[in-house]
């Protein structure tokens, strides 16, 4: 008694002219280990993810102030496309990496970027914000190299009326 095969296997030399697979299906069995293996049209490998930088570096600015947003991502040579996200939504193209704007109040939200050889970021917040007088304003200040903070609190008025500045 053999042993079935399910792959078609060659008869011997003198019944060449009869040869028949072993298993009637042997040949639909290689199509599909085929088809499994095959990479599959459309999918791709996982694209590194663009991030979103924003200049000046911190995420709370003043109205009127400009707004730098770059989107570093791997871009094909001859394309420099970027699609840009505003609060979840596709908002616009721009034919470079980065762009800039004078803030308003309608700017504030979550920003991320793509790019033609990057997946999509993960969201950067900014937030556009106004001087009010009387008012108390942090502030930071970067100083040098050693990028050292100085932490200030103020109020903040007009220059009709007294200013007051406490220092933390």
């Avoid at 420099?80 to 470079?96: K, M, Y």
């Avoid at 800039?100 to 033609?116: E, I, L, N, P, V």
């Avoid at 950067?124 to 990028?147: M, P, T």
């Amino acid at each position: 008694m053999g042993i079935p095969s399910f792959l078609a296997l060659p008869a011997a030399r003198s019944d060449w002219a009869d040869c028949m697979p072993c298993h009637p299906l042997g040949h639909m069995l290689l199509w599909t280990a085929l088809l499994f293996l095959a990479p599959v049209p459309g999918t791709h490998a996982v694209l590194p993810k663009a991030e979103v930088k924003l200049q000046p570096a911190w995420i709370n600015v003043l109205q009127e102030d400009s707004v730098t947003l770059t989107c570093q991502g791997d871009h094909d040579p001859g394309n420099t496309t970027t699609q840009w996200f505003h609060n979840g939504n596709f908002t616009w193209t721009e034919n470079q990496p980065s762009f800039s704007f004078k803030a308003r109040r309608a700017s504030s939200g979550y920003y991320r970027c793509q790019t033609a050889y990057s997946s999509l970021s993960d969201p950067v917040h900014l937030d556009i914000s106004q001087y009010l007088e009387g008012h108390k304003q942090a502030a930071e200040c970067e100083r040098g190299r050693r990028k050292s903070l100085t932490h200030r609190t103020a109020s903040i008025f007009t220059a009709e009326s007294n200013a007051q500045t406490d220092h933390n």
